[in-house]
C-alpha cells in the first residue's frame, strides 16, 4: 500500500499524559499536513511541512502540542500534557505542489481519547 | 468572518436517483476547491478538485460545478447506488492548506 499511513489508528490515554503520533506519507510527496476533526465537524488544520520545514501553525495548536519532519519524510505530532478536549481525529495528509494546485491525500487517522 | 456551509440536513435518497449537495463560502477567495468523501472512522478520500476558472467538471457519475460569483458549488451523485452512502466534504483552497465545511451525510436507499 502506497498510501500515508498513521499509527497508533487508536490512543486512550489518561489526562496529563504525553502522547505521540506518527505519519509516514506518499513517498515522493513533499508537503505533510496534520490536521484534527471532532464528530461532526469537518478537519481543522493545525500544521504543516514543506520538506523538513514547518511553515505554518494555526492558532489551534497551543504550546502543548509540537510537531517533527526530521529529513522531511515521516511526521510526528506530540501532544504534552493532554486534557480531555483533545479528544478528536488527528488526520495526517501529504501532497505534491504542482503550481499552485494541489490535492492532499488523507491517511486513515489516530482516534485519540482522554479520559 | 469566513465560514464554509454544506446542506445542514442529510440527505436520504432513493436509489437511482440524484443527490444533489451545495457548499456556500463567504470571505474566501479559493483557486480551487475539492470534495473528499468520509465514511465513519476512517480519513477523507479525494474525489474531485475544480480550478476557480473552471464551470463544472465530471468523473464517472460525479459531477461538480463552481460558481465564484455566487461562491458556491454544487456537488451531485447521480444514479446513485447504496454504497454510495458516506459524509461528503467540500475544502476549500486556504493558501496552500484546506478549510473544510462539516460535510453532509448521504443515505441511499435501495
Known amino acids: 500500500d502506497t498510501g500515508v499511513s498513521q499509527d497508533p489508528r487508536h490512543k486512550i490515554t489518561k489526562r496529563g499524559q504525553n502522547v505521540t503520533f506518527r505519519c509516514d506519507p506518499i513517498?515522493?510527496?513533499?508537503?505533510l499536513y496534520w490536521y484534527r476533526q471532532t464528530l461532526g465537524q469537518g478537519p481543522e488544520f493545525l500544521t504543516y511541512?514543506?520538506?523538513?520545514?514547518?511553515?505554518?501553525k494555526s492558532r489551534l495548536l497551543s504550546d502543548r502540542f509540537s510537531a517533527e519532519r526530521p529529513k522531511g519524510s515521516f511526521s510526528t505530532l506530540e501532544i504534552q500534557r493532554t486534557e480531555q478536549g483533545d479528544s478528536a481525529m488527528y488526520l495526517c495528509?501529504?501532497?505534491?505542489?504542482?503550481?499552485?494546485?494541489?490535492?492532499?491525500?488523507f491517511g486513515p487517522g489516530t482516534r485519540l481519547l482522554v479520559l | 468572518s469566513q465560514k464554509i456551509e454544506q446542506n445542514s440536513e442529510a440527505l436520504n435518497i432513493q436509489e437511482g436517483k440524484t443527490a444533489t449537495l451545495t457548499c456556500n463560502y463567504t470571505?474566501?477567495?479559493?483557486?480551487?476547491l475539492q470534495w473528499y468523501r468520509q465514511d465513519p472512522g476512517r480519513g477523507p478520500v479525494f474525489l474531485l478538485l475544480?480550478?476557480?476558472?473552471?464551470k463544472e467538471k465530471r468523473k464517472e457519475r460525479l459531477k461538480v460545478t463552481f460558481d465564484t460569483t455566487l461562491k458556491q458549488s454544487l456537488f451531485h451523485i447521480t444514479a446513485s447506488q447504496p454504497a454510495d452512502s458516506a459524509t461528503y466534504l467540500c475544502?476549500?483552497?486556504?493558501?496552500?492548506?484546506?478549510?473544510f465545511g462539516a460535510g453532509t451525510t448521504v443515505t441511499v436507499r435501495a
Open positions: 475544502a476549500l483552497d486556504n493558501d496552500y492548506k484546506l478549510s
Open positions: 470571505n474566501y477567495s479559493p483557486a480551487y
Open positions: 495528509a501529504s501532497s505534491l505542489v504542482q503550481g499552485h494546485q494541489e490535492t492532499q491525500y
Open positions: 475544480i480550478r476557480e476558472n473552471e
Open positions: 511541512f514543506q520538506n523538513e520545514a514547518q511553515l505554518e
Open positions: 513517498s515522493e510527496h513533499n508537503r
